[in-house]
């Protein structure tokens, strides 16, 4: 995934936007939160919006995004991520199948979500995945999490696999040293930077911050 300039293998922070926007106050706190620090990727999550809501969306988010080198990511449709010139999408279990989503998607990134499974995990790998994503790590209040995952799964994938993981779930800058230093590469949030309290810049701020400090302990340990 494109975006910011940290340190190659370093752990960097997603952005999946809130359940619900309004696309132009939410275009402007789009822009803040990017321009505030480092950001690899920004999906397009509207659950149940209508396909002429998600198609304005797109076209006012994504040039947002990507004129600041950051992917702009669309879930559960890789067919409007390919028509409307986003970076890639990503998909879940019970959406367009990886495989599927694969031959829609060609070489536009590809990211799965694999819950705390293992085996979702190397089959979404094997289905041509770019990412795979474990979660929920935390209880969140963005979306029903029927699974709960262990560190434990990030240190088992980065240490066997090549394939980035991206850790999700009630992500927040005070929890979030345990799932760097099990390896994730990539820690996907939502409220933590669009609910934190002075705004939406302050939050990608205090998230950065988090990861570097978390970074630093992992290497000292090492």
Known sequence: MAGGAQEAGSCR???????AIELAGFRDTLASALDAGDVAAVQLRLKDAPDDALRRAIDALRPV???RGVAFLMNDRPDLAVAHGCDGA????TDTSAAAARKILGDLTL???CHDSRDLAMAAGEDG???????????????????????????????LMELPCVAIGGITSANCAPLVHAGADFLAVVGAVWNHPDGAAAGVRAMNAAIVAAADGRASAQ
């Open 129 to 159: 995945a770019d990412y795979v994503a474990f979660g929920a790590f935390f209880p969140t209040t963005t979306k029903d999490a029927s699974t709960r995952a262990d560190p434990e799964i990030l240190r088992w994938w980065s240490e």
């Open 13 to 19: 922070l997603y952005l999946i936007t809130p359940p």
């Open 90 to 93: 990503h998909v879940g279990q």
């Open 65 to 67: 995004a990507q004129s």
């Open 111 to 113: 990211g799965v979500t």
